[in-house]
C-alpha cells in the first residue's frame, strides 16, 4: 500500500524540476512535467486575450498567429451569422452559415489537431449549442498538428495574400483544403471577393459578382455623400472592369459607366451661400457665390455638380472684377455676346449660370445617361 508524508517534513528534498520527470496517471499511462506544463499553456493561451478589434481589420499575413487571424476575420464579418466558439478553453474555432448551409473550423489543442468542415446542413443553426457545433465540426476533416505548444501562437507559415479574383476562381472552403488555403480563402470573401465594400472621403460603395463560372455579372453603387448621388451599375461585365482594379479604380467606373441618381429632400435643391475671398473656386449647382476678392478669380464650373435639381448657379462681384469662367468633366460652356452696357464704372456684376444637360443622341433633363455633355449658359447682368 501507498505510503503518504508530510510534504515538510525532513526525508523530502526541494529540488527545480528538469520537466523530463514522469508522472502515472492511469494503471498503464504516464506523463510529464513538460508535457503538462506545455497543455496548460497551450489550453489557456488558445482564447486569452481575444477582443473583437477597432476601426477596421487588418490583413492577414505570414506574421500572423492563429489568434490574431480569428481578431480579424472576426472584425471583417462582423457578429451577424459568425460564432466564436470555445470549450473551456481547450477547443477554439469559429462557424459561419448561411441560411442552413455551414462552415467551421475549431483547434483542438489538448489533441494538437484543427478540424475544417465545408458545407454541412443544420435546420436550426440560431439554436446550436457549442458542444453541439463543436461535435458536427470534429464530424469533418482533421489535421494532425504534431510538436505545436500553443494553437494560439502558431504562425502561419506560407502564407500569401490572393491579390486578385484571378488566383481564386472558386473561392469557398471545400474539402482537401489546407489551413492556410481556408483562411486565406475566408479573408478573401470577407473583404474582397464576392461582396467588396470600398470607400474615400467623398463617399462609400458596395459591389458583388458572381465569379467567372456563374456569367462574370458585376452589380454596383456609390454614394457619393457630398453631392447626395447614387451612382448604379446592374450585371455589367465584371472582366471590363479588371481582376487586379484598386479600390479608387472600381469607384472612377462605377461614376463614369453607372446611372446616376441625385437624392434631394425636395425637387430643388436649396442654395447655398457663400463669401469667397480665394482667387480660385468650383461653382456646381445650387451654389451662389459673393466674391470680395481683389484680383480676377479663375472659376471652375464642373458640370456634373448640375442636374435637374440644381440646374442653376450664382456668382457675384464688383464691377471691377473680371472672373475667368473655365469648364472640366464634359462641360461646354456658353457665353452671351459681349455689349458696351456691360463695362460699368460702379455697382456689382451679377453672373447666373443656366445647365442643360445634352447627349451624343437625344435631349435629357436629368443625367441618368452615361457620358452626358453639360452645356452650361452664362448671362451677365450689371447692378448699380
Not at 473583437?52 to 487571424?69: C, V
Not at 452559415?97 to 483542438?108: A, P, R
Not at 454614394?223 to 482594379?245: D, M, P, V, W
Request: with cysteine; net charge positive; charged share 15%.
Amino acid at each position: 500500500m501507498a505510503e503518504f508524508h508530510e510534504i515538510g517534513s525532513s526525508q523530502f528534498t526541494e529540488v527545480t524540476p528538469a520537466g523530463t520527470e514522469q508522472i502515472q496517471i492511469s494503471a498503464t499511462q504516464k506523463t510529464t512535467l513538460r508535457k503538462i506544463a506545455n497543455l496548460f499553456k497551450a489550453m489557456s493561451a488558445a482564447l486569452t486575450g481575444f477582443t473583437p478589434l477597432g476601426k477596421g481589420a487588418p490583413s492577414i499575413n505570414s506574421s500572423s498567429t492563429i489568434l490574431q487571424a480569428f481578431q480579424a476575420l472576426y472584425q471583417l464579418v462582423g457578429s451577424a451569422k459568425v460564432k466564436i466558439l470555445g470549450n473551456n478553453g481547450s477547443t477554439p474555432g469559429f462557424v459561419s452559415w448561411s441560411g442552413t448551409t455551414c462552415y467551421g473550423i475549431l483547434f483542438d489543442t489538448a489533441g494538437e489537431q484543427v478540424y475544417i468542415r465545408n458545407s454541412w446542413t443544420i435546420s436550426n443553426p440560431s439554436e446550436q449549442t457549442d458542444d453541439q457545433w463543436i461535435a458536427a465540426i470534429k464530424a469533418g476533416k482533421a489535421i494532425k498538428l504534431s510538436g505545436i505548444v500553443s494553437v494560439a501562437d502558431l504562425k502561419i507559415s506560407g502564407w500569401s495574400d490572393i491579390t486578385k479574383y484571378a488566383d481564386v476562381q472558386y473561392p469557398y472552403i471545400i474539402n482537401g483544403d489546407t489551413l492556410i488555403d481556408a483562411l486565406r480563402k475566408l479573408q478573401w470573401m470577407t473583404g474582397n471577393n464576392t461582396i467588396k465594400t470600398f470607400g474615400k472621403a467623398s463617399g462609400v460603395g458596395m459591389m458583388w459578382w458572381d465569379g467567372h463560372v456563374q456569367g462574370d455579372l458585376l452589380t454596383a453603387f456609390y454614394f457619393e455623400i457630398e453631392t447626395r448621388t447614387l451612382y448604379i451599375i446592374y450585371k455589367a461585365n465584371f472582366s471590363s472592369l479588371g481582376a487586379q482594379a484598386t479600390d479608387d479604380q472600381i469607384i472612377s467606373y462605377i461614376i463614369s459607366k453607372g446611372s446616376k441618381i441625385h437624392l434631394g429632400e425636395a425637387y430643388r435643391t436649396p442654395m447655398t451661400y457663400s463669401t469667397l475671398s480665394s482667387g480660385t473656386l468650383t461653382l456646381g449647382g445650387s451654389s451662389s457665390v459673393w466674391y470680395n476678392g481683389s484680383t480676377n478669380p479663375t472659376v471652375t464650373v464642373n458640370g456634373d455638380l448640375f442636374d435637374r435639381k440644381s440646374p442653376t448657379a450664382c456668382f457675384i462681384c464688383k464691377y471691377n472684377i473680371t472672373p475667368y469662367f473655365r469648364s472640366v468633366s464634359r462641360t461646354v460652356l456658353h457665353r452671351e455676346n459681349s455689349s458696351a452696357e456691360q463695362s460699368p464704372i460702379s455697382g456689382y456684376r451679377v453672373y447666373t449660370l443656366y445647365c442643360h444637360q445634352l447627349d451624343n443622341t437625344s435631349l435629357s433633363q436629368t443625367r441618368i445617361v452615361n457620358n452626358i455633355t453639360s452645356h452650361i449658359y452664362i448671362t451677365e447682368v450689371w447692378y448699380k
